[in-house]
Structure formats: C-alpha cells, structure tokens
T-cell receptor, first 118, second 110 residues
Framework: GAVVSQHPSWVICKSGTSVKIECRSLDFQATTMFWYRQFPKQSLMLMATSNEGSKATYEQGVEKDKFLINHASLTLSTLTVTSAHPEDSSFYIC??????????????FGPGTRLTVL | GEDVEQSLFLSVREGDSSVINCTYTDSSSTYLYWYKQEPGAGLQLLTYIFSNMDMKQDQRLTVLLNKKDKHLSLRIADTQTGDSAIYFCAERRNTGKLIFGQGTTLQVKP
C-alpha cells in the first residue's frame, strides 16, 4: 500500500520558536495533502488542504500566518508552526491523496508528529 | 450539525464480537470509513462502504449502514487483544473533506 512518512515523529521546543514538520509520500505522487490536528482523546480536525504548486486552503478558525504550509513538490508538504506556544502542543497528522484515485478516494495517513511546546 | 458521534469506550472479552456504532450527519456523504489508530500512531484504513450499500463484509469485519437513520456500525468478530485501539468513523462530504467522529476506544480483555 501507499506509504506516507512524517518527520520528526516527536519534537519538544521552547515557547516562541518555530517548528517545521515534513510529510512525504514515499511511493506515490500526491497532488493533495491534508494536515490534521488531534488533541488527546479527541477526533482529528482538518486544519488545511494543500495542493501542489498552489496556496493551501485553511479551515475556518485556523490561522494561516501561524501554521504555514508549503507543498513544493508532489511528494513533500511541510507544516511550520510559527512562534509556537504551549496551546499549540498537539499531535499533527498529515495525509496524502494520489492523483489517480480509486473510487473511494482514499487518503493515506502519516504516523503523526507529537509537538510539545514548553 | 457538523458532529459525527461515536460512543467513547467499549470493553469486550477476547473471542467475543465487538460492535462499534457511529451516527453521521450528511445524508449526501458518498463514502463512510472506519479507521484504526494504535497508540502514538497515525490512522490505518480498515474498511469503507459506499453510501448505496447496506452491508460490507471483509474477513472479521462487517460494516452495516442504515442510510435512513444515518447510522453506521462496525462489527469485529472473534475480537483479539491486537484489536485494542481507537476506532474512528468518518464521512466523506461532497467537497472531499473527511469528517471524523471522536473515536471509540476498544479494550479487549484476555
């Protein structure tokens, strides 16, 4: 099956610093990638949809200047949490969709990145 | 509303069947999914069902869909300790956006 990786798997940073999270599709090209945020024991909330070569579409309530998304190639999307604060601590999960999708249009999920902001 | 609803916790004994229920919100959603999440990991697609189907069986997994009531269930036969995880249902809206439930923690006791 299609594999999506994320790096790093966990990161601890000081308040006020910026953190970059990478999402890679390893064996397929992903025209669309999605970024989700998951709080403990809660559901995944879509933050933004990222299309290769164009600006990301952010969900309502998500600050685009705080969560910078770059989808520069068909296999890589990055999420940068700028000026991170403790309330940004969360589990960030990306997913990727190949261009030639099956009828059920599956998203392939990465393993997630645990961000802790001190 | 926007919410996909699931019960939060289910405990079963090894070898029993598990049934996890979900109520979704949009009758025009085309596909409904069940994902499994193990601790500290991403989501693994278990199975899916197209909205014009009533039932889908895949080995130990049976999905039932009641479109009228917008109710979805996942039955796991002969539940094993390795099935312990959080199970999320999700609906796919016409926009392509996935809306997830809050997840059901399945605890399997030996």
């Amino acid at each position: 099956g299609a594999v999506v990786s994320q790096h790093p798997s966990w990161v601890i940073c000081k308040s006020g610093t910026s953190v970059k999270i990478e999402c890679r599709s390893l064996d397929f090209q992903a025209t669309t990638m999605f970024w989700y945020r998951q709080f403990p024991k809660q559901s995944l909330m879509l933050m933004a949809t990222s299309n290769e070569g164009s600006k990301a579409t952010y969900e309502q309530g998500v600050e685009k200047d705080k969560f910078l998304i770059n989808h520069a190639s068909l296999t890589l999307s990055t999420l940068t949490v700028t000026s991170a604060h403790p309330e940004d601590s969360s589990f960030y999960i990306c997913s990727a969709s190949p261009p030639l999708r099956s009828s059920y249009n599956e998203q392939f999920f990465g393993p997630g990145t645990r961000l802790t902001v001190l | 509303g926007e919410d996909v609803e699931q019960s939060l916790f289910l405990s079963v004994r090894e070898g029993d069947s598990s049934v996890i229920n979900c109520t979704y919100t949009d009758s025009s959603s085309t596909y409904l999914y069940w994902y499994k999440q193990e601790p500290g990991a991403g989501l693994q697609l278990l199975t899916y069902i197209f909205s014009n189907m009533d039932m889908k069986q895949d080995q130990r997994l049976t999905v039932l869909l009641n479109k009228k009531d917008k109710h979805l269930s996942l039955r796991i036969a002969d539940t094993q300790t390795g099935d312990s995880a959080i199970y999320f249902c999700a609906e796919r809206r016409n926009t392509g956006k996935l809306i997830f439930g809050q997840g059901t923690t399945l605890q399997v006791k030996p």
